[in-house]
């Protein structure tokens, strides 16, 4: 979770002002968290007043009442028009939605469930609540289960192979084929896979996230997801972890430490 959100903060500079490249300033004081981060914590918050035996009706109204109530306290942070729609009215039900906000928030669940069924289950319930379309389902479990598996010690063949097998993802392009004529995507479909294959190619987190943002596109939900895998398959060194904390308000940061014995367990 700290990867997802440190990508997302990294990324924030770049979301509308691409630069294709990797030697970029990695912080400035212009960083700053976006909705990213913002759902991805109360997502975590929401997860951790539940539990997995219980009922999916149950889970889906906490995530609603958590996004909600965590989300209406950070209006101007970035959401996409329908998803503050959402956030703002009384409806509860979801709006058939494939885009990138389901991938962007789901890395909790790869980090406090321990078989890959309940990560599949429990992704499927964070997205579904808004983005109920089988693309926004699926970018949730691809980055939750990825998220899963390097954390549980696979390899990157076997994240790879799992994310082509189980979601038909093309993860065979390479960064430098896609860089050139990749444009700003916020669909789940046309996200999820590159922020896979940026981290497929790195070779540490910081890495990672400089390989995400040079794919040009949503900066920060790329570096969002990016750095969700990257966390889990390398770990973060403290100064940057430090830094994560730094730039979250009060609220966010006691919903980070809440979730951290989960993250070290």
């Known amino acids: 979770m700290f990867g997802a959100i440190l990508g997302d903060i990294i990324g924030s500079v770049y979301e509308f002002n691409n630069y294709k490249g990797k030697d ?3 912080l400035s004081s212009r960083s700053r968290f976006t909705d990213d981060s913002v759902m991805t914590l109360a997502v975590a918050d929401a997860l951790m007043r539940v539990t997995a035996e219980d009922d999916d009706e149950t889970i889906r109204e906490q995530l609603v009442a958590s996004m909600k109530r965590v989300g209406r306290h950070y209006p101007h942070c970035g959401y996409g028009g329908r ?4 956030l ?13 906000g389901s991938g962007m928030r789901a890395s909790s669940v790869g980090w406090f469930y321990n078989d890959l069924d309940t990560v599949l289950r429990m992704a499927r319930l964070t997205a579904e609540v808004t983005h109920n379309h089988p693309e926004g389902i699926k970018g949730a479990q691809a980055i939750a289960s990825a998220v899963f598996l390097a954390r549980t010690g696979r390899t990157k ?6 994310a082509e097998r189980q979601f038909d993802y093309d993860l ?3 960064c430098d084929d896609i860089r050139p004529g ?3 995507d916020v ?7 590159e922020a896979i294959i940026a981290f497929l190619e790195s070779t540490n987190y910081e890495d990672a996230i400089r390989t995400a943002v040079s794919l040009g596109g949503d900066s920060d939900t790329i570096g969002c997801m990016t750095g969700a895998i990257a966390e889990a398959y390398y770990g973060m060194p403290d100064r940057l972890k430090e830094e994560c904390r730094s730039r979250l308000t009060r609220e966010l940061r006691d919903i980070l430490e809440r979730a951290e014995p989960r993250l070290n367990g």
């Open 24 to 26: 970029f300033p990695l």
């Open 182 to 184: 990749y444009h700003f």
């Open 157 to 162: 063949e076997d994240i790879k192979a799992y």
């Open 83 to 86: 998803f503050i729609r959402w």
């Open 172 to 174: 065979d392009r390479t």
């Open 88 to 100: 703002f009215s009384e409806r509860t039900e979801p709006y058939n939605s494939f885009g990138n």
């Open 187 to 193: 669909t789940c479909q046309g996200s999820v896979p």
